[in-house]
């Protein structure tokens, strides 16, 4: 005779549940950054996203992905009431400015300070990645980064935010990973781009220029 209790059911769920919990939480973001008062409270508009080095050992921050995170790193700062300039903008000066970047790490206060106000900006963002492993993408969309972060005000060329971060993220966030591995990347990417704005304090209106 076939068995109505739930009994079977119940313990798949018990199971499933367990499983669940015992899975590691993402993001799981280690986060070095250091958040100056001068951010908090002055919180500057128009910002200057620098293009994003890859200085990882296997290059594997590829160009595609290095334009994708700008994009979505500017779209974040946007959501947290910031102004992210125009990328045609900032690089015709990125363009004259090409050899001193190579030459030098785009997550550098003292680099950042050099090229400060050349877009009539309030502040210049530079971002470095160390380490970009993608190996685990395939299952479950997981990716493991490390980063250098650095800000520096374009007025007084103070320091807002530096330091690294590191962690894992995941395609389609708290979500189902997207099915197709393209767009597994592209959107771990956004979830990286994601992990660092996230630390950033949300401007308030009426401060800065706007």
């Not at 919180?43 to 700008?70: C, G, K, M, Y």
């Amino acid at each position: 005779m076939a068995d109505y209790t739930g009994k079977g059911s119940f313990g798949v769920v018990i199971l499933a549940f367990v499983a669940a919990s015992c899975q590691t939480p993402v993001p799981e973001i280690t986060s070095g950054l250091d958040i100056s008062s001068a951010l908090r409270v002055g919180q500057p508009a128009e910002i200057v996203v620098l293009p994003l080095v890859d200085a990882s050992q296997n290059q594997n921050f590829t160009a595609q992905l290095r334009a994708h995170a700008r994009v979505e790193i500017a779209n974040a700062l946007i959501d947290r009431r910031y102004t992210s300039l125009a990328k045609g903008f900032v690089d015709t000066v990125v363009a004259r400015e090409a050899v001193s970047i190579a030459n030098s790490s785009v997550a550098d206060a003292a680099y950042l300070v050099s090229v400060k106000g050349s877009w009539d900006e309030d502040a210049v963002l530079g971002i470095r990645v160390d380490r970009w492993d993608g190996s685990r993408i395939r299952d479950g969309g997981f990716l493991y980064f490390e980063a250098e972060v650095t800000m520096i005000d374009s007025g007084t060329g103070e320091t807002l935010c530096s330091g690294q971060i590191s962690g894992t993220v995941k395609a389609g966030g708290a979500g189902a990973a997207p099915i197709a591995g393209s767009t597994r990347v592209m959107d771990a990417t956004t979830q990286f781009a994601l992990a660092i704005i996230d630390q950033f304090p949300r401007r308030w209106p009426g401060k800065g220029k706007n």
